[in-house]
T-cell receptor
Framework: EAGVAQSPRYKIIEKRQSVAFWCNPI?????LYWYQQILGQGPKLLIQ????????DSQLPKDRFSAERLKGVDSTLKIQPAKLEDSAVYLC???????????FGEGSWLTVV | AQTVTQSQPEMSVQEAETVTLSCTYD???????LFWYKQPPSRQMILVIR??????QNATENRFSVNFQKAAKSFSLKISDSQLGDTAMYFC???????FGAGTRLTVKP
């Protein structure tokens, strides 16, 4: 069974530029999560999708972050414009339903300079 | 939203010995799940063990076991016969809204 796929793995951008991360969850998984993990901290949930609907985006900085999950499969997380404090690993994860085991991708490392 | 607290930022243990990592959580729900994840330097999150709140029996996976105290809202992880490969960050997480604790950095010493 293929795992959660993320790309790009690494990205370096200048502040005020934009960046997009892509995630393809495990086949058949209805729930998809995006987390932000700053060095030395635990992952912070940014947004949770159930199929193509948003379940929780209470911690998503909506002035600069956006996410979509068209057709209820893969998802894109965008940051525009980026700030220095956005430097982090962005983890995508999926589960078959809410409450089931969550499987993570390898993460996308973002450095904003 | 549920909150998860890990009060031990760092711990160390000698190889082959046993170590326990602590986690407390806060929830108003009756049915929920709790997880421990391991994160090595590669940042890949790896599931270690899962506990369902309605089950009385503590979960066990080989050298890993939990002490789940529902009334106290405590969910500790015990690692027996520690191995060098167990060195990593360990995160406690609660489902249903998948909040993570701040993590415990575990170092296994030879």
């Amino acid at each position: 069974e293929a795992g959660v796929a993320q790309s790009p793995r690494y990205k370096i951008i200048e502040k005020r530029q934009s960046v997009a991360f892509w995630c393809n969850p495990i086949s058949g998984h209805a729930t998809l999560y995006w987390y932000q993990q700053i060095l030395g901290q635990g992952p912070k949930l940014l947004i949770q999708f159930q199929n193509n609907g948003v379940v929780d985006d209470s911690q998503l900085p909506k002035d600069r972050f956006s996410a979509e999950r068209l057709k209820g499969v893969d998802s894109t997380l965008k940051i525009q414009p980026a700030k220095l404090e956005d430097s982090a690993v962005y983890l995508c994860a999926s589960s078959s339903t809410r409450g089931n085991t969550i499987y993570f991708g390898e993460g996308s490392w973002l450095t904003v300079v | 939203a549920q909150t998860v607290t890990q009060s031990q930022p760092e711990m160390s243990v000698q190889e082959a010995e046993t170590v326990t990592l602590s986690c407390t959580y806060d929830t108003s729900e009756n049915n929920y799940y709790l997880f421990w994840y391991k994160q090595p330097p590669s940042r890949q999150m790896i599931l270690v063990i899962r506990q369902e709140a309605y089950k009385q029996q503590n979960a066990t996976e080989n050298r890993f076991s939990v002490n789940f105290q529902k009334a106290a809202k405590s969910f500790s992880l015990k690692i027996s016969d520690s191995q060098l490969g167990d060195t990593a960050m360990y995160f406690c997480a609660s489902v249903n809204d998948m909040r993570f604790g701040a993590g415990t950095r575990l170092t296994v010493k030879p």
